[in-house]
């Protein structure tokens, strides 16, 4: 969740706004960052490429 954050600051994306990209809502994204539900591989690919890194930099799996 942290490593998401520190790239959600640098690209200047707000949580609400990645949620939206991502076609989800604030609270299952959370969930997701926090761990409860994993993303999927989609999700996990879009989310690199939204934040500018790879999935390996973000530390998060979507294999589960």
């Not at 990645?18 to 997701?32: H, I, Q």
Request: aromatic share 6%.
């Amino acid at each position: 969740k942290e490593r998401v954050g520190a790239y959600l600051e640098r690209e200047r994306v707000t949580k609400k706004e990645l949620a939206s990209k991502l076609g989800m809502s604030t609270v299952t994204l959370n969930s997701k960052l926090d761990g409860d539900t994993e993303f999927t591989f989609s999700q996990a690919i879009q989310l690199s490429k939204i934040l500018g890194c790879t999935v390996n930099d973000l530390r998060i799996s979507p294999f589960g």
